[in-house]
């Protein structure tokens, strides 16, 4: 059998190959595999730390493509990806989530008749400012397995003319991760004393709450981003924060000369975390304040009140089942949805169906029936 290739390029992305490798490693007969950096995220804080920890394997290509315009990422993750597609003549290609490199990679593989395999697909905001929004629905038209995490996917998939054939309800490969490196996690007391934080820190007892910030709509415009900072300052006075500091972020505050407000706000700045020490910070905090897709989703499985400071959710489930609360960015929805939490009045949310840790090996299994029916129609005895 021809290798699945395995597309990989920024964090999220890491994070939910993991456990498909493994997968498609112990199913038995194996699924040979290649596995293909973009190298969207690069450097030890996003990749090298992150391929560590979740026992990535290393990267057979790595495309290192780097950072530039949405244009420039996706044409050059095309123009280097499309050679492989000779060199290895995969069977099929696998690609996660909605970043750049996924959709980049699945054009390429369309154009060359290569079937793709799309995990986690179907996800709609309805919000085609979002670059993921595109992402999704045009990497969704050009796969021929697609792989879901909740039914309201599968609503949207068949709303787009998508054949219900094609579809398979498999569950969550990012709680998979969660569930096979919970019990590995490091201790948040370690994690925040490592970055110079007082350990007083962790005696409040309100506890503490975790800040990610880095969609383009919260960081990537002034106005937005000092809004945000001052919103969060007003919540750090009510409990202490940690804020890991993703890149784009980190240089948004530097541009707009947001550096002294940050300062001033009684918050923790961290570098962005491995994926260990993420987990453990999660797990022990009282609420999470994020514009992630993969934190509300996490926080679900983990029973942490999530506060999303977006308008909408690609990701439904966690609001209706989960411990997520759309917030949007008024400061006054924030700071009553912060006092509800710290007043014990948070959602305490259920997990959802096939969120239980098992779907990279639903999705290999199927996997491998889908690629032997496929062979067997196109060379038939
Ligand atoms: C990307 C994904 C987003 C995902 C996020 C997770 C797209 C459209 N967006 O957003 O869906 O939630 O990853 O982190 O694919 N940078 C570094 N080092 C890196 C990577 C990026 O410094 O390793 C900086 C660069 O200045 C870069 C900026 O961050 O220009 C944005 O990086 P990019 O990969 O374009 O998008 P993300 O914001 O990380």
Redesign the pocket.
Known sequence: MNPVMCVV????NFIKMAPLLRAMASHRPALPTVLVHTG????N???DQLFETLALREPDVNLQV???S?AL?TAEVMRRFDPLIDSYKPSCLTVV??????LACALVAAKRGVPIAHVESGLRSRDRTM??EI?RILTDQVSDRLYTTERAAITNLLREGISQKRIVFAGNVMIDSVAHSLSRACSALETLNKHGVEASFLDDPQGYGVVTL???SNVDDATALRHCLGVLGEVAARIPLVFIM???T??SITRFALEPLLAAMPVAVLPPQGYLEMLGLLARARMVLTD???LQEETTILGVPCLTLRENTERPITVEQGTNTLVGSDRDAILKAVDAVLRGRSKRGRIPELWDGHAAERIAADMYHWLHTQSRESHPS
């Open positions: 390029g920024a964090r999220p969207q995220h690069y450097g804080g996003m990749s780097g950072s530039g949405h990422q989530g909605d970043v750049n490199s996924t670059p993921e992402n880095h969609r383009p993703h890149p784009r980190q240089e992630s897709g993969g």
